[in-house]
């Protein structure tokens, strides 16, 4: 069975400061795919990035950079310099590639960013 | 540009009655999931299908019905609603059980 645990229900932080969102997964398969979802207070998701099992190089992208370890079972999404319009919630996903694969979501983790 | 389209966006019901969600995509997607949000509960899958005449259950699909007949539409059922089922309903659609899923914008169920 896969799981997605975002430890981090809710974090605050001041406009311009850096923050990094944790996420930890669990999977029995070797091949498998990680991505990140935004939510803003609108309510529609957001794709932000997906990643698979065999690239642990790890990304960037504006402000917004992801760090995947397998070591640690990790993909962890930082965004630097934060501003107002990042406050939202924002969900790690996986799914494996077996024969009954399906996207499994975290349980989100909100964040607000005060100006 | 319609992507995934569910209707309705907002819907009350008494406990008891019966509903349907209807969730429309026109991208040709293989894949289609029925997921309900839950304040501290995430996103939680009720009912997938793989492709067109297939179903599945997910992590929560008691109490749910669903049906794929054409590729393009994914139907969700409730048969007698409860207000445990009072809920953000999403659909998604992907092309892939690998690639990226693209959400609907969500009905929001209550039932009193």
């Known amino acids: 069975a896969q799981k997605v645990t975002q430890a981090q229900t809710e974090i605050s932080v001041v406009e311009k400061e850096d923050v990094t969102l944790d996420c930890v997964y669990e999977?029995?398969?070797?091949?498998?795919?990680l991505f990140w979802y935004k939510q803003p207070p609108s309510g529609e998701l957001v794709f932000l990035i997906r990643r698979n099992s065999f690239d642990e190089q790890n990304e960037i992208s504006g402000r917004y950079s992801w760090n995947f370890q397998k070591s640690t079972s990790s993909f962890n999404f930082t965004i630097t310099a934060s501003q107002v319009v990042d406050s939202a919630v924002y969900f790690c996903a996986l799914t494996d590639t077996g024969a009954n694969s399906k996207l499994t979501f975290g349980k989100g983790i909100t964040l607000s960013v005060r100006p | 540009n319609a992507g995934v389209t569910q209707t309705p966006k907002f819907r009350v019901l008494k406990t008891g009655q019966s509903m349907t969600l209807l969730c429309a995509q026109d991208?040709?997607?293989?894949?289609m999931y029925w997921y309900r949000q839950d304040p501290g509960m995430g996103l939680r899958l009720i009912h997938y299908s793989v492709g067109e005449g297939t179903t599945a259950k997910g992590e929560v699909p008691d109490g749910y019905n669903v049906s794929r007949l054409k590729k393009q539409n994914f139907l969700l059922g409730l048969e007698s609603a409860a207000p445990s089922q009072t809920s953000v309903y999403f659909c998604?659609?992907?092309?892939?059980?690998?690639?990226?899923?693209?959400f609907g914008q969500g009905t929001r169920l209550t039932v009193v």
């Open positions: 998604a659609s992907s092309w892939a059980d690998y690639t990226e899923a693209f």
């Open positions: 999977t029995r398969d070797t091949t498998y795919y």
């Open positions: 991208m040709n997607h293989e894949y």
